[in-house]
């Protein structure tokens, strides 16, 4: 194994803990809300405000626990991706995982780059689109260039 491809592998094997572990705390928190938890809001309206950016109606808790699920599932890609070679998985599989990656990364980029354009968030609620710009988007973007970037 030369240098490179070491710093590779750690690279890679940072990464996949990292946004495993990001998805997993955002799974975590749609739980959270699924069983009533407010945060960070200070009531069903202001959280409605600040997570969902219009509306009077939160989603309900099976919708939170159907995107919970669904990030638990993403998280497992990564770490998927990082162990294909040691688990000995057919060229198939380890495609799949790969289109898969891919995929999840163009949900988050796409979701990271809507929350930037006007025309899209001047029908949000004002902190709705402060907090998209500040974090949401941020975090959006992050993943999915990780998704990437692992899968290429």
Known sequence: ???????D??????????TSLLLNI????????????????????????KVFGRGNQFPSPFSCLVVAVGLVLFSSLPVLWL???????????????RYSMIFVAIVFLVRGIIGYLPWVTKHW?????????????PISLLIGFSFLLMSI
């Open 1 to 7: 194994m030369t240098i490179s491809s070491a710093a």
């Open 9 to 18: 592998m750690n690279t890679n094997f940072i990464l996949s803990i990292f």
């Open 26 to 49: 955002l799974a975590c928190i749609h739980i959270y809300w699924a069983f009533g938890g407010l945060w960070p809001g200070t009531n069903q309206q202001d959280l409605i405000n």
């Open 125 to 137: 609620e004002p902190i709705f689109v402060r907090y998209t710009k500040r974090l949401y988007n």
């Open 83 to 97: 162990v294909r070679i040691n688990l000995d998985l057919s060229p198939q599989i380890t495609n799949l995982i």
